[in-house]
């Protein structure tokens, strides 16, 4: 690894001072799991390293039906998964957590960090974008919010400005008789998925008719895939498992997806078609529930 | 200035170190070339294998994957600072009493996670402590008697015989 | 374990024999490992973890081509970085070439003229730290010339191909052409005939510690080095020879190491020249460990074997033929490659009798990273083959996977009688039936077929595999081994061996012996860690010889310690040494056990009666010695005994996705002659069936393209994990082999055997898909079930 200069703020003024100081030079590490391995590989080497670890008031969790979820940056894997909020409101962020990569990992790695770091086989961008998370972005010239969906912009690239900081993630609270569901194929426990699947389907109370649903779809393109024309075979009915059926077959279409060394494009696509079903199934039980 | 040492101050086994290291120094090699201890392995430098894993403020994490001045102000445990003299933890005593181990590489790193795992929760579930154990390769033991050891060590930290 | 423990645990062991537990004081006994506790504290020091004072940091510069000449090596701006002491090339070896075999010495420390796969090393560097060393590695420059390369070694046997080695037509680095019997008439005579292909993969060796030295060679002619090696005898020749040193400078310490399994540690890398060489430029320390992309990117890899098996069966399902033709990768170098063709072969005709057999093989060089030894060496490959078609062949002739086993099974000789196969193996005792009846009946075989075999899209089957290992390896070289057993006038006792621990737990097993012999507890025998300065030669821990071999002369040399003391005792109570005998550290007379003195008196006795005694055993085992096997024509015994498995397996098959799981009905029934220590066999048996077997049947394989590995890290090459291990339970089956000490026979590789096959019959079973080509992935599994229309 190449040296550096190092920084550890203690605010996000300080850190937003120092990015827009150093901008392009400059690079934030949170809990480094992904960044330390790449750095080491030298495919990155930054001037200057600012270490937001110690960035206290970035780890916070809060929720209020009216505001919904608000997760600081810097929250870890583990207390998301842990937390008692997340497992009654949120079940699906904290079984996706509980999915991804292992203990150590979780302990020590930020949701900030990941979802900066932007890897299409990443698992809480697929399942914030289906619960509709926005992002909070901050630099010295202010603050803007974003939608997940729209943060994702290429392979381990996202729409952050050298000079700003992912501060907060913000989940609405969702709407009655909403499910949501994450599911993946993983060869071993903690694998990244070879596809994923993220779901979140709202049903109209009474009727039982889907008024919201999304799909979103991992590892099968450079972003976060979200299918929305399976997701248009959704809304509007009463889903049953045809229609179930017909949607991942869209998905599966819609997303065209690639080859790589673990599995063939052939494989992928119809992993597709199996994961948006499994995790629609689940998330439409549990949108029945309430 | 690039490179240049900054003041890391850090509790390790209890004991507080002041030195200076470079920034880009990982945690593990400041415990291994730094402070001599040894114990805590160097494997595959990728996040992958877990031999490094030691406990900081009592959460498992990998020694490869911190920086060393990430460690500033925290508490580390190494498994240099379990045993009390001659006295092993349960966690040891269940590895060498049921057979569990074999070369002994993946060892440090898995009493480590499994301590962690016992403190947060002492009755855990065998599957949970697969969970935990998911995170430390090892290349020959087949698992099975760590496993079975960390169940009979939860055990007689509850209390039993 | 306490009754308590197995309560607890939910029975990691079903049985162990309670007269074989009794027999002996110690032997037999499950007990904890000399060696745990330091282990377990941290306190255990291993290669990488040695600092010395002025120790200097090392880093090989690697080949980015397959397959090239090398014109010029300039490492001028290398040897100009602040922070580097010395630079080093392959020319600075002279013309210096090792093999594993005198004949095959093909391989450089550091390529001269020619790099003959991906990363292999042309230079080293020693510096003040490693960053240093690796950015002076990027800064030599070198100059090359692609050459065409080869990949396949179908593509390398083609006329006109490429060749590695120049001297190798064909590029055939090793060839058997064996017959037994007539397997024509054979064929002719049989009821059913099928030949079928199978394919096993490329696989990492899988120790987590990555190779790593320090050498040290300041001025006065005496080279030491602490390094990772499972035998630190090879090396030691090995260094001596390169560096025209006598055997006698040469000091290898074994620190602990992180184990071997088989090959690279067993072996050279280029490391171990480098360090060493680096040593004697700047007159200071070096110390060289592998990052994980070196270990997974050159170190020796488990070679990819096609095998084409043809079996003839009576109309009952008896065996009456088979002719078996494999080829093997061997990738860039020799090495071991003629060995691991050869025991490819050799077990073919166990654990099953078979009238007549032919074998035809072939290893092939090719530009890709050499291919060694591993943990069930050469035996998995076509016992994987031959055990899967079985149940094929059960399946076409509609019997009992399991009746078809019992009625092949070699039976166990009677006590004074040998079964010899057709290639001229000697088996003393071979508990397979017992171990198949065992398993099966663990599992509830019979309940197999009634239970209901698809819940949703999850399908359950359970399969069978049976098979054989080699015990106590019988190779060409040095394979004499020695022990040299110590008592202090304390009464404590010291035992030197060359023999290595690994993490086998041999050294264990090697002080309850002692112990077992001179009547003492378990703690009262101290070993060393391997020193070639110190202990005596020993051939390596590899082909399951170490208890076999390095056993006998350990109990030899405490016999002959017995001997020395109990002529000491018998004077004094005026009775011939034969009349005496030592237990619970007592040495008593035979038939009157009253007459009795204890152990630490006897001790003082002997050092101090005349002035200054010294009690030295030595022990010398020549099991090894003898008749070697002929590899050209297959006759002959590769081993001293033989261990037997039987497995079996449960798995779910998800048949949407293909992904297969172990679930936690996993038996292993094991005949190791008997256990030494049962808690240690269990382990290793345990071991051996998912780190190696059952991660080659589900998980592990390395993609190559065109000489590139292209998964070299742990995340993309698929390790077996803790959340999917079966929680396997090991049945013992006990024979008691008259050739092994104790009655003992291996038990690291033999489930690494059993394991691939059991766990593809399941499959089978659950889905009436058959993976001839393992690892079974879900694609693979996939693609199976979607030919079969078993899709949902």
């Known amino acids: 690894m190449k040296d550096f200069e190092y920084f550890a703020p203690k605010t996000v003024e300080e850190s937003l001072s120092l990015l827009s100081q150093y901008k392009e030079e400059s690079k934030i590490i949170a809990g480094g799991q992904s960044m330390l391995v790449i750095m080491r590989q030298g495919l990155l080497a930054p001037e200057y390293v600012v270490d937001i670890k110690g960035i206290t008031a970035l780890d916070y969790m809060t929720y209020n039906e009216k505001e919904g979820l608000r997760i600081g940056a810097l929250t870890t894997h583990r207390t998301i998964e842990k937390s008692p909020i997340i497992q009654k409101h949120f079940r699906v962020l904290s079984e996706m957590e509980r999915n991804l990569a292992t203990i150590q990992t979780r302990n020590w790695g930020t949701i900030g960090g990941n979802l900066c770091h932007g890897d299409p086989a990443g698992d809480p961008a697929p399942v914030l974008i289906a619960l509709d998370a926005k992002l909070k972005l901050k630099s010295l010239s202010g603050e803007r919010i974003i939608a997940m969906g729209e943060f994702s912009k290429d392979i381990l690239e996202v729409d952050l400005e050298p000079d700003e900081m992912l501060i907060e993630i913000q989940v609405p609270t969702p709407k009655p008789y909403t499910g949501s569901a994450h599911e993946k194929l993983m060869v071993l426990q903690g694998d990244a998925g070879i596809v994923g699947a993220a779901v979140s389907i709202t049903l109209k109370p009474g009727d039982g008719v889907c008024e919201d649903a999304r799909i979103v779809i991992s590892n099968a393109a450079s972003v976060p895939l979200r299918v929305r024309e399976a997701e248009k075979r959704l809304i509007g009915k009463v889903i049953n498992y045809q229609s179930l059926a017909e949607a991942s077959e869209v998905a599966s279409a819609e997303a065209d997806a690639p080859s790589d060394i673990h599995a063939s494009a052939e494989y992928r696509s119809e992993m597709v078609k199996v994961f948006v079903r499994r995790a629609s199934a689940t998330a439409l039980e549990r949108a029945k529930i309430g | ?161 | ?792």
């Open chain 3, 1 to 792: 374990m306490t009754e308590k423990e197995q309560k607890i645990s939910g029975g990691g062991v079903i049985f162990r024999e309670e007269q074989y537990l009794n027999k002996y004081s110690i032997i037999g006994k499950p007990m904890p490992r000399v060696d745990a506790k330091v282990k377990v504290t941290g306190e255990a020091k291993y290669a990488a973890d040695i600092e010395l004072p002025g120790m200097l940091w090392g880093k090989i510069a690697r080949s980015p081509y397959p397959h090239a000449r090398i014109l010029h090596i300039d490492t001028s701006k290398a040897e100009n970085l602040p922070g580097v002491e010395a630079v080093i090339t392959g020319k600075d070896f002279g013309d210096f070439r090792w093999g594993w075999l005198g004949t095959t010495r093909d391989e450089e420390p550091l390529a001269v003229t020619k790099v003959r796969y991906m990363y292999e090393g042309v230079a080293a560097v020693a510096a003040i730290d490693e960053d240093t060393a690796e950015e002076a590695c990027d800064l030599i420059e070198v100059e090359y010339e692609p050459l065409p390369g080869v990949f396949d070694p179908f593509e390398a046997m083609k006329e006109g191909a490429p060749l590695v080695h120049e001297d190798y037509p064909g590029n055939i680095c090793s060839e058997y052409h064996w017959h037994f019997g007539d397997v024509e008439k054979a064929f002719a005579e049989s009821y059913l005939v099928r030949e079928d292909t199978f394919k096993t993969p490329r696989m990492a060796k899988g120790y987590i510690e990555p190779p790593a030295i320090v050498a040290e060679w300041p001025d006065s002619g005496r080279l030491t080095v602490w390094a990772a090696k499972g035998s630190p005898y090879f090396p030691y020749r090995i260094l001596a020879k390169c560096f025209n040193l006598p055997l006698n400078r040469v000091r290898i310490i074994q620190p602990f190491i992180g184990a071997d399994f088989g090959g690279t540690k067993n072996d050279m890398v280029s490391c171990d020249f480098a360090a060493v060489l680096l040593a004697k430029k700047t007159g200071r320390p070096v110390k060289i460990v592998y990052t994980q992309f070196e270990e997974l990117t050159t170190c020796l890899r488990r070679h990819p074997f096609w095998i084409t098996i043809k079996t003839g069966v009576t109309r009952d399902g008896r065996l009456k033929a088979i002719h078996t033709k494999v080829v093997s990768d061997g990738g860039a170098y020799t090495r071991m490659s003629p060995l691991t063709l050869y025991l490819s072969g050799v077990c073919t005709t166990l654990p099953y009798e078979l009238p007549n057999y032919k074998a035809d093989a072939y290893c092939i060089f090719t530009n890709n990273p050499s291919s060694a030894a591993m943990r069930g060496h050469g035996v998995y490959h076509t016992r994987f083959a031959a055990d899967v078609q079985m149940d094929m062949i059960a399946e076409e002739l509609d019997i009992d996977p399991v009746e078809i086993r019992l009625k092949n099974a070699v039976e166990n000789p009677p006590p004074g009688k040998i079964y010899y196969t057709i290639n001229k193996l000697t088996v003393a005792t071979c508990g397979i039936k017992e171990c198949i009846e065992k398993a099966a009946e663990a599992i509830n075989w019979k309940e197999r077929k009634r239970k209901e075999k698809i819940e949703g899209s999850i399908a359950r089957g359970v399969g069978i595999g049976a098979g054989t290992f080699l015990s106590g390896a019988r190779l060409s070289g040095h394979n004499a081994c020695s022990a040299i057993v110590r008592v202090c006038e304390d009464g404590t006792v010291n035992l030197l061996t060359g023999a290595s621990d690994v993490g086998q737990g041999s050294d264990t097993v090697m002080c309850a012996m002692v112990a077992e012999v001179l009547g003492l507890e378990i703690g009262d025998v101290d070993i060393k860690r391997v020193d070639t300065a110190h202990t005596p030669v020993d051939p390596g821990s590899y082909g399951s010889r170490v208890t076999v071999f390095a056993g006998d002369a350990t109990k030899r040399a405490a016999e002959d310690t017995k001997r020395q003391l109990l002529e000491v005792a018998a004077k004094e109570f005026g009775v011939a040494p034969e009349e005496m005998d030592i237990k619970g550290k007592k040495a008593f007379v035979k038939a009157d056990p009253s007459k009795s003195m204890p152990w630490w008196s006897l001790v003082r006795l002997a050092c101090y009666t005349t002035p200054g005694n010294v009690i030295i055993g030595k022990g010398v085992s020549t099991k090894g010695i003898g008749p070697l096997s002929n590899w050209k024509t297959g006759v002959g015994d590769v081993g001293i005994n033989y261990s037997f498995t039987a497995q079996v397996n449960e798995v779910e098959v998800d048949l949407e996705t293909g992904a297969v799981k172990c679930t936690d009905n996993s038996i292993i029934a094991h005949d190791c002659g008997i256990p030494l220590n049962p808690m240690i066999v269990e382990i290793q048996v345990q071991g051996g069936a998912y780190c190696q077997g059952i991660a080659a049947a589900l998980y592990e394989e390395f993609k190559m393209d065109k000489g590139l590995t292209l998964n070299p890290n742990l995340v993309d090459y698929k390790r077996a994990r803790a959340y999917e291990a079966p929680m396997t339970k090991v049945i013992h089956v006990i024979t008691d082999d008259p050739f092994g000490p104790f009655g003992a026979k291996e038990c690291s590789e033999g489930s690494c055997v059993s394991a691939p096959p059991a766990i593809i019959n399941a499959i089978h079973d659950a889905t009436g898909i058959w993976i001839k080509e393992i690892p079974a992935t879900p694609e693979k599994v996939w693609r199976a079930l979607k030919e079969k229309e078993k899709i949902r």
């Open chain 2, 1 to 161: 200035m690039k490179g240049e040492p900054k003041e890391l101050r850090f509790t390790v086994n209890g004991k507080l170190y002041e030195l200076k290291v470079r920034p880009k120094a990982l945690l593990n090699d400041v415990l291994r070339k730094d402070l001599k201890l040894t114990g805590t392995k160097r494997g595959c430098l990728e996040s992958t294998c877990g031999v490094c894993t030691v406990i900081l403020d009592g959460k498992a994490v990998r020694s490869c994957s911190i920086l060393a001045l990430q460690a500033n102000s925290h508490e580390v445990t190494t498994i240099e600072g379990l045993a009390q003299g001659d006295k092993l933890h349960p966690i040891q005593e269940a590895f060498i009493n049921h057979g569990a181990i074999e070369c002994g590489f993946c060892v440090p790193g898995r009493v480590m996670v499994a301590k962690a795992l016992l403190d947060e929760n002492p009755n855990p579930t065998r599957e949970e402590i697969k969970l935990a154990m998911q995170g430390v390769l090892c290349a020959d033991s087949g698992y099975v008697k760590f496993i079975e050891a960390i169940e009979i060590a939860a055990e007689k930290m509850r209390g039993g015989e």
